[in-house]
């Protein structure tokens, strides 16, 4: 399969911080933050990971054709609204896009950004280098990354798509800015399965 040369331009995302159990790739807590390069935004601009500089990165693995992904677009917007917003904001979040379905290219997700009013980058990983990388399953899953770039959480945002009575990731953010461990770090995220084209 021809990639597009945006595609091409994405750098060495690194495998790192796998293991390898019963054959299959881990990612474990702990683990670094796949480094990224040179990623489409919906703002016409190329984003790298190392231009998010503040003490927590939260990066969300979303699409725009699944419908709980699409149920959690407001409250992506709420919570980057909360901790990723002002000049004294500590947190950085980042929403991925790794799938090539119709409704998920750069096209229309810039369409979705506008209609919606995201307020947080929203990149296309065509190639899903980063899905891959961080063992992603389902639209949306949510990953938490300390000042040092390790994986502090992993899972979803709340325990709820219709009626959520805890904001885990909210709880994971908060621990991460007051250097508390948090107390589950792993939990189950549920969505939409990630569509990975065959290598």
């Not at 980042?94 to 009013?117: E, F, P, S, T, Y």
Request: hydrophobic fraction near 40%.
């Amino acid at each position: 399969m021809i990639r597009s040369a945006a595609a091409i331009l994405v750098a060495g995302i690194a495998a790192v911080g796998l293991a390898t159990a019963g054959g299959a790739q881990k990612l474990m807590i702990g683990a670094p933050a796949p480094a990224f390069s040179n990623l489409p935004g919906v703002d016409g601009k190329m984003h790298s990971l190392s231009q998010y500089k503040k003490d927590v990165l939260v990066v969300a693995i979303t699409c725009n054709h699944c419908p709980v992904a699409v149920a959690y677009e407001d409250r992506m917007i709420d919570f980057a609204k909360k901790y990723a917003s002002g000049p004294d904001s500590k947190v950085d979040f980042v929403a991925i896009n790794v799938n090539n379905l119709d409704a998920d290219k750069l096209d229309k997700m810039k369409i979705r950004a506008q209609q919606k009013g995201f307020n947080y980058p929203y990149l296309y990983d065509e190639t899903q280098m980063i899905g891959r990388a961080l063992n992603a399953s389902v639209t949306p899953e949510f990953y938490v990354f300390d000042k040092n770039r390790k994986l502090v959480y992993w899972g979803p945002l709340d325990n709820s798509q219709n009626k959520a009575t805890t904001n885990y990731l909210a709880e994971a953010v908060d621990a991460t800015l007051k250097g508390e461990t948090i107390a589950t770090a792993r939990r189950k995220a549920f969505g939409c399965g990630v569509k990975y084209e065959s290598k």
